[in-house]
Nanobody
Framework: QVQLVESGGGLVQAGGSLRLSCAAS????????MGWYRQAPGKQRELVAA???????NYADSVKGRFTISRDNAKNTVYLQMSSLKPEDTAVYYC????????????WGQGTQVTVSS
């Protein structure tokens, strides 16, 4: 079993910043790809940013230049630094990870609310 615990969400004014964290724990050999997704009310869940175990990243066009994803492999933790936040960034943000254990597993976190006020 793999558990992902997110933290760092909250309420912020437009133009502000927040940093999300997601720590993986449980039984696994390694964590491979990690990513952040978000889901706004009435919309589909979408990829925000992802990072490989080697540090290669990719971002949704809507967040390029404003968000930065990073990870600490020793701590099995992924971060999302969000700057210049906009009201349209308001959503529940979910962490996702591919782990290698007895087999491969894809796991979702419980989600953390980010609300950007105008």
């Amino acid at each position: 079993q793999v558990q992902l615990v997110e933290s760092g969400g909250g309420l912020v004014q437009a133009g502000g910043s927040l940093r999300l964290s997601c720590a993986a724990s449980g039984s696994f050999f390694s964590i491979n790809n990690m990513g952040w997704y978000r889901q706004a009310p009435g919309k589909q869940r979408e990829l925000v940013a992802a990072i490989t175990s080697g540090g290669r990243t990719n971002y949704a066009d809507s967040v390029k230049g404003r968000f930065t994803i990073s990870r600490d492999n020793a701590k099995n933790t992924v971060y999302l630094q969000m700057s210049s936040l906009k009201p349209e960034d308001t959503a529940v943000y979910y962490c996702n990870a591919d782990s290698l254990g007895v087999g491969t597993r894809n796991t979702w976190g419980q989600g953390t609310q980010v609300t950007v006020s105008s």
